[in-house]
T-cell receptor
Framework: GQNIDQPTEMTATEGAIVQINCTYQTSGFNGLFWYQQHAGEAPTFLSYNVLDGLEEKGRFSSFLSRSKGYSYLLLKELQMKDSASYLCAVDNTDKLIFGTGTRLQVFP | GAVVSQHPSRVICKSGTSVKIECRSLDFQATTMFWYRQFPKQSLMLMATSNEGSKATYEQGVEKDKFLINHASLTLSTLTVTSAHPEDSSFYIC???????????FGPGTRLTVL
């Protein structure tokens, strides 16, 4: 089967750092996406990791370990507007398989 | 570039009626379109993959006779929810791709409420 797990909910304080984990077990793997989704809206692309390691893009960074089936999204200098759901998704060659999603709430 | 639209954005219908949702790629030709369903506080679940001019490939557990998908052109795919019931109420999102699954552009979604 295909399993992609994330914590259901997380909370953090404005200005802090938060790490959202994603573990996966899939039949195929080409890469891993992270998306941000605000309620009632479509997902927006954050990152795509193919190789092991950390990729930094402004306040957001994403890490991948293919051997461990593990990825995380790191959000720095949190802002209130970062309150949203964060979805990891495995690129399974002919389709994307989405994780369970993590709802992040940022408090002042 | 790479804009995908959906119409309507919201629809409310009575139980037993059929609802059609359109997904259009506005500035590129999409050889593949994907249809997802998202229930409240849950993640996106792929329903089907459609390639222009051929039958859609449905995911396990998705009834192809209930969710009719047509991909008649490279810029338009439609999803018809036939004989809708309250349990079909959900957020339906399409995405369009130039061919590979790792380059999908998402539409804004359609909120379906069945009374």
């Amino acid at each position: 089967g295909q399993n992609i797990d994330q914590p259901t909910e997380m909370t953090a304080t404005e200005g802090a750092i938060v790490q959202i984990n994603c573990t996966y077990q899939t039949s195929g793997f080409n890469g891993l996406f992270w998306y941000q989704q605000h309620a009632g809206e479509a997902p927006t692309f954050l990152s795509y990791n193919v190789l092991d390691g950390l990729e930094e893009k402004g306040r957001f960074s994403s890490f991948l370990s293919r051997s461990k089936g593990y990825s995380y999204l790191l959000l720095k200098e949190l802002q209130m507007k970062d309150s949203a759901s964060y979805l990891c998704a495995v690129d399974n060659t002919d389709k994307l398989i989405f994780g369970t999603g993590t709802r992040l709430q940022v408090f002042p | 570039g790479a804009v995908v639209s959906q119409h309507p954005s919201r629809v409310i219908c009575k139980s037993g009626t059929s609802v059609k949702i359109e997904c259009r790629s506005l500035d590129f030709q999409a050889t593949t379109m994907f249809w997802y369903r998202q229930f409240p506080k849950q993640s996106l679940m792929l329903m089907a993959t459609s390639n222009e001019g051929s039958k859609a490939t449905y995911e396990q557990g998705v009834e192809k006779d209930k969710f009719l998908i047509n991909h008649a052109s490279l810029t338009l795919s439609t999803l018809t929810v036939t004989s809708a019931h309250p349990e079909d109420s959900s957020f339906y999102i399409c995405s369009a791709s130039l061919g590979s699954a790792n380059e999908q552009f998402f539409g804004p979604g359609t909120r379906l409420t069945v009374l």
